[in-house]
């Protein structure tokens, strides 16, 4: 387990021959995950839109035109989130993972009732994973008591481009979030997008960041960008399938015992694409028809795509 790759290590990975970098990570794949168990993961937001950050790609950002009214309200709703926990449940999934559109998570009720519900979800037997911004020593300890899984929080691109696509917070108090929850005992989840106008070096140098952190995050998001009318990314031009397969053959290179989750962007995928990512490496989706805001494949066609890769579904984790 490395955590000193260097920058032109990582570059010469992402730019092998692509059949040269796919044999290299199926043999990391096979070997960690012999049987190609995916995990199915479903996605909640739990409180959408009006948030006080400026990342660029974010439909739920107060700086950004884009539409996201007309959600449930379930901040407080601690019973109608658990049931739809339950019903992932019930679909396939074995991680509820739930998000809140906030800058940092502060105390009061809807904290409270964010701790409920990973309990609830926990008791259902399900891995529970929160996203919500930044958080204190103090919250990430409450949110371990309460039998949090996993925290995310993304690095979303290299600390060069970083400027380009958030201004209201830096890549530091990114990392500061990641050391609190990691000291606090949580797993974590970190990881980025492609599609945002960077270079090829700037996956490398966030793919190197990642790896740097020790250990490794245990669950790795790889984002194609979602381009949302009504954010200054709308027009960005879609991400090169075969650009998020590299990242995805080459995280698990770097981060082999790291879960590498196929996330947003699927929907520009074909079926095809999906199934070289789950030969190289990845080992986990988003599961359910919407991610927080955007659409995802419906849960028939992701069973019907699991079926043709004839990959298992990871049952318990
Ligand atoms: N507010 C919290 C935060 O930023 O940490 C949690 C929610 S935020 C929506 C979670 C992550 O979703 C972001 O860090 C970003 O990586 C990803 N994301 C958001 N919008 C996206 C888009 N349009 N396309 C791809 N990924 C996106
Ligand atoms: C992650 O890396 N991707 C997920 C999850 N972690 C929270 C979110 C994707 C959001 C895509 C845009 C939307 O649906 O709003
Ligand atoms: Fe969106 Fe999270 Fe950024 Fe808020 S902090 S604008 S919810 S990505």
Same mark, same amino acid.
């Given at each position: 387990?490395?955590?000193?790759?260097?920058?032109?290590?990582?570059?010469?990975?992402?730019?092998?021959?692509?059949?040269?970098?796919? /044999?290299?990570?199926?043999?990391?794949?096979?070997?960690?995950?012999? #049987?190609?168990?995916?995990?199915? =993961?479903?996605?909640?937001?739990?409180?959408?839109?009006?948030?006080?950050?400026?990342?660029?790609?974010?439909?739920?950002?107060?700086?950004?035109?884009?539409?996201?009214?007309?959600?449930?309200?379930?901040?407080?709703?601690?019973?109608?989130?658990?049931?739809?926990?339950?019903?992932?449940?019930?679909?396939?999934?074995?991680?509820?993972?739930?998000? /809140?559109?906030?800058?940092?998570?502060?105390?009061?009720?809807?904290?409270?009732?964010?701790?409920?519900?990973? %309990?609830?979800?926990?008791?259902?037997?399900?891995?529970?994973?929160? +996203?919500?911004?930044?958080?204190? #020593?103090?919250?990430?300890?409450?949110?371990?008591?309460?039998?949090? +899984?996993?925290?995310?929080?993304?690095?979303?691109?290299?600390?060069?481009?970083?400027?380009? $696509? $958030?201004?209201?917070?830096?890549?530091?108090?990114?990392?500061?979030?990641?050391?609190?929850?990691?000291?606090?005992?949580?797993?974590?989840?970190?990881?980025?997008? $492609?599609?945002?106008?960077?270079?090829?070096?700037?996956? =490398?140098?966030?793919?190197?960041?990642?790896?740097?952190?020790? @250990?490794?995050?245990?669950?790795?998001?790889?984002?194609?960008?979602?381009?949302?009318?009504? +954010?200054?990314?709308?027009?960005?031009? @879609?991400?090169?399938?075969?650009?998020?397969?590299?990242? &995805?053959?080459?995280? %698990?290179?770097?981060? @082999? %015992?790291?879960?590498?989750?196929?996330?947003?962007?699927?929907?520009?995928?074909?079926?095809?694409?999906?199934?070289?990512?789950?030969?190289?490496?990845?080992?986990? $989706?988003?599961?359910?028809? +919407?991610?927080?805001?955007?659409? #995802?494949?419906? &849960?028939?066609?992701?069973?019907?795509?699991?079926?043709?890769?004839?990959?298992?579904?990871?049952? %318990?984790?």
């Amino acid at each position: 387990m490395r955590h000193d790759w260097s920058l032109a290590e990582i570059e010469a990975l992402l730019q092998l021959p692509l059949v040269d970098l796919l /044999w290299q990570a199926q043999q990391v794949h096979r070997q960690v995950n012999p #049987n190609y168990e995916v995990q199915l =993961a479903s996605l909640l937001s739990v409180r959408t839109g009006g948030c006080e950050e400026d990342c660029a790609y974010c439909p739920q950002s107060l700086h950004n035109s884009s539409d996201v009214t007309g959600r449930p309200e379930l901040e407080l709703q601690v019973e109608a989130v658990l049931e739809r926990a339950k019903a992932a449940q019930q679909a396939g999934a074995n991680r509820f993972c739930m998000g /809140w559109a906030w800058r940092e998570i502060r105390d009061g009720a809807p904290f409270e009732a964010m701790l409920e519900m990973v %309990r609830g979800v926990r008791q259902l037997g399900l891995e529970a994973c929160v +996203t919500a911004g930044m958080i204190t #020593n103090e919250q990430a300890q409450r949110l371990a008591a309460a039998g949090l +899984t996993s925290y995310n929080h993304n690095l979303d691109t290299s600390p060069e481009h970083y400027g380009q $696509i $958030i201004s209201t917070r830096t890549y530091q108090e990114r990392l500061e979030t990641l050391d609190r929850a990691r000291r606090a005992g949580l797993s974590l989840c970190c990881g980025g997008i $492609i599609g945002m106008g960077e270079q090829l070096r700037d996956r =490398a140098s966030m793919l190197q960041v990642l790896a740097s952190l020790n @250990p490794h995050p245990e669950s790795v998001p790889i984002n194609g960008l979602v381009a949302v009318e009504g +954010t200054p990314l709308e027009d960005q031009p @879609p991400f090169e399938p075969l650009d998020l397969l590299r990242m &995805v053959a080459t995280a %698990r290179i770097l981060m @082999p %015992r790291s879960r590498v989750r196929l996330s947003a962007g699927r929907e520009q995928l074909n079926r095809e694409a999906q199934i070289l990512c789950l030969l190289a490496g990845a080992d986990s $989706i988003f599961y359910g028809d +919407t991610l927080l805001t955007t659409a #995802n494949p419906a &849960v028939e066609t992701d069973r019907a795509l699991l079926a043709a890769a004839g990959v298992q579904v990871l049952e %318990r984790s």
